[in-house]
């Protein structure tokens, strides 16, 4: 649920927005320091394959920047609703209702908010009796580092108050008018007391809480299965339920509260990984890029070149899609970019709708191509390397633009409806001079990952770098955009982060418990055959991508998965292409599909004509799948010639 307050409140007073002031103020500062860890970690790369003269403080001074990047934006996440949460079942609520379960939701919520600033404190003050200090060449007292989790956690706690207060607000403040029929047996109660149905609503959620905290003392596994299930259904948002399961977990498992020690060291570890630090780093470079208006560029070049022929014009789509992947590394941006610079002109030309649609929607790769967060992440969980991961989407991404072009062929061949567009070469020489600084960013940043010039973390910091310098260029960018960049990049990267510190706390748990390997020896004990295994992880992928984003299904799943591969005969590396090619699916079906409604936004079409739309691209992305791991030198051919 998202809710960020809007109507006249208790939280709309002074002290309201001194607190949304100082959330503000964070984020931009989290925004701010990225930035500069993009400056450094660019000289970085620069210095020591060009001068030869590696530097001593970059290194721990980015990741010092990053673990209080990724707390100072917590507030603000929580502020504006940002944290991904799945809230299928509580948006067909009535508002009051939304609001009663919410106020649950978030008070379990600050259970583990509080938690991890409380321990964090406490690891702070540890820091500062015994002088300790951080490892390498460039020293820092650990104080530093562990300060930044009570400070972001004690605003968020602050901040979640404040949610809470504007929630009883809209629950108790009589109404001027039911702005719907459905919503008038809900809203004629003016007391919170009095207001049955969502008193019950939060009955039952407590229930179904407690139910899987009973069942863990019978049986820790599916007590935990349990557990996460209902906060995930109520609408808990991902990193807070997925860190109250692991926080319960620890607990139980220690017997007390002494068990929660290694919630600020999980924090620390996922919030100074150098791996992780790439995703706020591709996020704001592909962010500056996406608000450049760059998309148009690479359309007009996809289109003069290819308008010639048989649907030319939806070729160039997919193409201009495999380009902007390549750049900004998240599908949805990609579909949303797409959408509003190639819809209209395919309509003019005479191409069929549902064909038009189905391409928007279905023909973005952002999580396929890398620069990829999917991958990243991916990368950390199963201690991969993140460039073999990169070099191993080229292909697969490749390999699907050019089956989507093949049916957008066909299909207008068949049907007839298309315009063919024809340009001089003289046209095409300048769109392509036009553009060609901004084609050049996929061959800039994955050729320095290729040639050894920048790790992939570097890279992403060379993309900030180059995409400001694409801005500047091509004068596309405002300094209001540029802050609303910074700022934007640190919600949605911390929003990522904070999933994975929750996952990591669930996953100690589960290690703990030793889930993944009694899981392995059950079902491979069983006598199921390996392609039976298979079928049941695809059919577990596509029943999550109906209620979780990519980011929840990959931080849930893999801990658990990834054991089994070897004994599969998967590759590590060549899962991970599957698991994207699968997440993009999820994105083009419902009921969560994010591209869906991304165009559902744009476009005034029903929600069926655009699901109609997309089911030839899902059944391509599955061809692909097919295809992978079949043939999974599709994806190990390239990081093997990187080696």
């Known amino acids: 649920m998202n809710h960020s307050g809007t109507s006249p409140d208790p939280g709309s007073g002074k002290t309201g927005k001194v607190i949304d002031g100082i959330s503000f103020v964070f984020a931009l500062t989290a925004g701010l320091m990225m930035l500069s860890v993009a400056l450094f970690m660019s000289f970085e790369a620069f210095s020591r394959h060009f001068l030869n003269q590696p530097t001593s403080w970059v290194l721990a001074l980015s990741t010092l920047i990053f673990i209080w990047f990724t707390f100072l934006s917590v507030p603000y996440g929580i502020k504006s609703g940002k944290h991904v949460s799945c809230d299928i079942f509580i948006t067909q609520l009535p508002d009051r209702t939304q609001q009663a379960v919410g106020i649950a939701t978030d008070l379990a919520s600050l259970i583990f908010i509080s938690a991890l600033g409380i321990f964090g404190f406490i690891h702070f003050q540890e820091a500062i009796a015994y002088h300790a200090m951080s490892d390498g060449l460039f020293r820092y007292p650990l104080w530093l580092v562990f300060l930044s989790i009570p400070v972001g956690m004690g605003l968020g706690v602050i901040q979640t108050i404040r949610q809470i207060q504007i929630r009883i607000f809209r629950i108790t403040k009589p109404p001027k008018r039911a702005s719907h029929p459905a919503d008038a047996p809900d809203t004629a109660t003016t007391s919170f007391a009095g207001s049955v149905p969502p008193l019950l609503m939060v009955f039952f959620f407590l229930l179904s809480a407690a139910t899987g905290v009973i069942v863990y003392f019978f049986s820790q596994s599916l007590g935990i299965l349990i557990f996460g299930i209902v906060l995930l259904f109520w609408g808990m948002p991902i990193a807070f339920s997925l860190g109250l399961v692991g926080l319960a977990g620890l607990i139980f498992f220690h017997g007390s509260l002494g068990g929660l020690n290694t919630l600020p060291i999980v924090a620390e570890h996922a919030a100074t990984n150098f791996i992780l630090l790439a995703i706020p780093l591709f996020t704001l470079g592909g962010l500056i890029l996406s608000r450049s208006g760059l998309g148009e560029q690479i359309y007009d070049l996809s289109s003069k070149w290819l308008g010639w022929m048989p649907g030319g014009l939806g070729v160039g789509t997919c193409i201009t899609g495999g380009i902007l992947a390549a750049m900004i590394g998240s599908s949805t941006a990609v579909t949303a970019i797409i959408t509003l610079v190639a819809m209209k002109p395919l309509l003019d030309r005479g191409y069929d709708k549902k064909l038009v649609i189905g391409t928007v929607t279905g023909s973005s790769l952002g999580l396929i191509i890398p620069p990829s967060v999917g991958f990243i992440v991916y990368g950390f969980l199963t201690d991969t390397s993140v460039g073999d991961l990169f070099m191993a989407g080229v292909i697969p991404g490749i390999m699907l633009i050019l089956l989507f072009s093949i049916y957008i062929v ?18 095409r020489l300048i769109s392509l001079k036009k553009s060609f600084m901004v084609i050049l960013g996929p061959v800039f940043v994955l050729g320095s990952i290729y040639t050894g010039i920048a790790t992939p973390t570097e890279a992403g910091a060379l993309l900030v770098i180059y995409s400001l310098l694409c801005a500047l260029v091509y004068r596309r960018i405002t300094w209001k955009s540029l802050i609303q960049c910074l700022i934007d990049s640190a919600v949605l990267s911390t929003m990522v982060i904070m999933i994975m510190i929750g996952a990591l706390v669930m996953s100690n748990v589960i290690t703990l418990l030793q889930i993944p390997a009694n899981l392995t020896e059950s079902i491979f004990s069983s006598g199921v055959p390996i392609w039976g295994v298979i079928l049941m992880i695809l059919i577990l992928y596509l029943c999550l991508g109906m209620f ?96």
Do not use: R
């Not at 066909?410 to 046209?427: A, L």
């Open 410 to 427: 066909i299909h207008c061949t068949i049907s007839g409806k298309y315009e063919t567009v024809s340009f001089t070469w003289k046209d």
């Open 548 to 643: 979780l984003d990519g980011g929840s299904m990959t931080v849930l799943t893999v801990p658990v998965i990834a054991p089994m591969l070897p004994a599969l005969g998967i590759d590590t590396i060549a899962f991970g292409v599957m698991l994207m090619i699968l997440i993009e699916a999820a994105l083009l079906t419902p009921p969560v599909g994010l591209n869906i409604f991304t165009v559902k936004g744009i476009v005034d079409e029903p929600l069926s004509f655009i699901i109609k739309s997309v089911v030839p691209f899902v059944a391509i992305l599955f061809i692909g799948l097919v295809l992978v791991f079949l043939f999974q030198d599709l994806a190990l051919w390239l990081p093997s010639q990187m080696k």
